[in-house]
């Protein structure tokens, strides 16, 4: 059975999703109205996750994934201990046709209780791949670092 998933972080990186997930296609690109980025994380580090918030937009990729692809995503993301899955109604522009259709896809979202941190360098160009991938406007990314960054270093 396959599934649509929602990416927002490293997996908009399209080479590191087709090692991990060899059978996902990609079926368009949308923004998630009333969600913002954040980094948060562990002390083995700070990755992307997502939370409600007026007024803020996330550029997201919607993967078609088979059960094999979940279950390789499920490892990668830690699930269920360090994200949880939660399912999201969005309309997505097709790829190859550029049609607009409304679907629920699931996210995967860190545990709230999560500290912010700051990711690594290679984390974060990671995901400023898949940004330039996409077409997606950087300064979103970039003002999820500076503000997980700000709130990191105000909290220590």
């Known amino acids: 059975m396959k599934r649509l998933y929602i990416a927002y972080g490293s997996n908009l ?3 590191q999703m087709k090692t991990r997930c060899p059978n996902a296609k990609i ?5 998630l109205k009333g969600w913002d980025l954040l980094f948060k994380g562990s002390k083995s580090g700070s990755y992307l996750t997502i939370e409600k918030k007026e007024n803020a937009i996330v550029p997201v990729v919607i993967w078609e ?3 094999t692809d979940e279950k390789a995503l499920d490892r990668y993301e830690g699930y269920p201990t360090f994200y949880y899955k939660k399912d999201i109604k969005v309309q997505y522009k097709g790829i190859r046709t550029g049609n607009r259709r409304t679907v629920t896809a699931f996210a995967y979202i ?3 209780e999560r500290q912010i941190g700051v990711p690594s360098l290679f984390y974060l160009n990671t995901c400023l791949e898949g940004y330039d991938t996409f077409y997606f406007d950087k300064q979103i990314l970039l003002n999820a670092y500076h503000k997980s960054k700000e709130l990191y270093e105000n909290d220590r």
């Open 110 to 112: 860190m545990h709230e």
């Open 13 to 15: 990186n399209v080479m």
């Open 27 to 31: 079926l368009g690109t949308a923004k």
């Open 65 to 67: 994934v088979d059960k």
